[in-house]
C-alpha cells in the first residue's frame, strides 16, 4: 500500500537581496495512514519550514524549487493557490505551534472551529455547531458546550490549544501536521494534550507530523522519528531505533542533553558546541562536521549519504543515517560521546 503523505528530495529556498538560503535540502520522508512521524532537531534546522512546505503556506521570500509532495495521490506541490485551499483543512490541516496568535479574539469558539467545515462541505450554522462540539469532546475540553460560546482570551493555554487542535480535526483530515504543539505549556497540561491528540488520532485514524525539538513528546507520540539538521534529514528510523541505537553524533548530542531521571543532579548536562550553520549560499562536506568531536577530514570534504544502519526493531534496512562513522557511532554509548567536546568510547 502507498505511503500516505510521500516527500520526495523536496528543496525551499527563501531568497534574500544578494543571495539565497536553502532551508531545506534534498528533502524525503514518507508517513503512513494512521502514523506519527516525530521531526526532530534544534531551532533553525528547517523543521517548521517543511511544515510550511507540505500545507503551501511559505512566507513571500520562500519557494519550493525542487521535488514532490504527494498527499493520498495528489502532488501537493503541482496544485495552484485556488486548489490548494480545497485541500488545507479538508485533506490536511496545520495545529500551529501559538494558539493565541492563531485564534481570532473577536470571534468565539464555536463559530472559528465550524468555519472549516461550512466553507469545504457548506454546513449549516446548526451543523457546524453540532460538529463542533463532537470535535471539542474528541479532545476532551472540560465543559465542551460552555467553551463553544468563550473567546479566546477565556480560556487557560491548555484549552486554546484543545480548540487549535479541534479546529484541525473539524473536517476529519488524513493528516495532522503539528508544529510545536505544547510549547508553552507546563508538564501536566502537556501530558494532557498529548493524550487527547492521541485519542484523537486512534477515532479520525489520522496521520501525524509532529513537528518538535522535545524528545519527551517524540518518545511518549511518535511511532518513527526523523531527525533533522541544516535542512537534511541525518537519521531515520523507529523510535527505538532512534533512542536505543543511535546513529549519528548530532542525535547522539541530542540524547545526551536530555535529563535523566535516574542521575543523582552532580553530573552537568552535556551540550552540542557551537550553533548550526548558515543556510545562505552553497556548503560542501558534512554541515555537522565544525561541530562534531568525531569529525575528520573526510567529513569536511564530502557531505556523507543516508546509509543502512543496524536496527534493534523489526523493521530491517529502515534505520539509516548520514555519517561516515554510522556504524562506529552506533555501537559507542551515546551517553559519552559529548563531554566538553571530547569523544568518550566510540572508536572509529
Known sequence: MAALLSVNNLKVQFTTR??????????????DR??????????????TT???????????????????????GVDLATLSEKEMQSQRGQSVALIPQDPMSSLNPTTKIGRQIGEG???????????????????????????PSERLDQYPFELSGGLRQRVIIAMGLVCN?????ADEPTTALDVTVQAQVLNSLKAAMAETGAALLLIT???????????????????RPVEIGTAEDVFYRPSMPYTLGLLGSLPRLDSDGAERLRQ?????????????????????????????????????????????GEH?????FADAVGRGDHGQVFSDGVVDNVIV
Not at 18 to 31: C, E, G, M, Q, Y
Not at 320 to 324: E, L, P, S
Open 117 to 143: 467545515l461550512r466553507i469545504h462541505t457548506g454546513a449549516s450554522e446548526a451543523d457546524a455547531r453540532k460538529r463542533s462540539l463532537e470535535v471539542l469532546e474528541m479532545v476532551e475540553m472540560p465543559r
Open 18 to 31: 544578494k543571495n539565497f538560503a536553502t532551508a531545506v535540502d534534498d528533502f524525503s520522508l514518507t508517513i
Open 213 to 231: 525539538h522535545d524528545l519527551g513528546v517524540i518518545a511518549g507520540l511518535a511511532d518513527d522519528v526523523l531527525v533533522m539538521y541544516a535542512g
Open 272 to 316: 552540542i558546541p557551537g550553533a548550526p550553520p548558515s543556510m545562505i549560499g552553497d556548503r560542501t562536506g558534512c554541515p555537522f562536521a565544525p561541530r562534531c568531536p568525531l569529525a575528520a577530514d573526510i567529513c569536511r570534504e564530502t557531505e556523507p549519504e543516508l546509509v543502512v544502519v543496524p536496527s534493534v526493531s523489526s523493521a530491517l
Open 34 to 47: 494512521g502514523e506519527c512521524l516525530g521531526l526532530v532537531g534544534e531551532s533553525g534546522c528547517g523543521k
Open 320 to 324: 539509516r543515517a548520514a555519517c561516515h
Open 173 to 177: 483530515p488524513t493528516l495532522l501536521i
Open 50 to 72: 517543511t511544515g510550511l512546505a507540505v500545507m503551501r503556506l511559505l512566507p513571500g521570500s520562500g519557494k519550493i524549487v525542487a521535488g514532490n509532495i504527494v498527499l493520498d
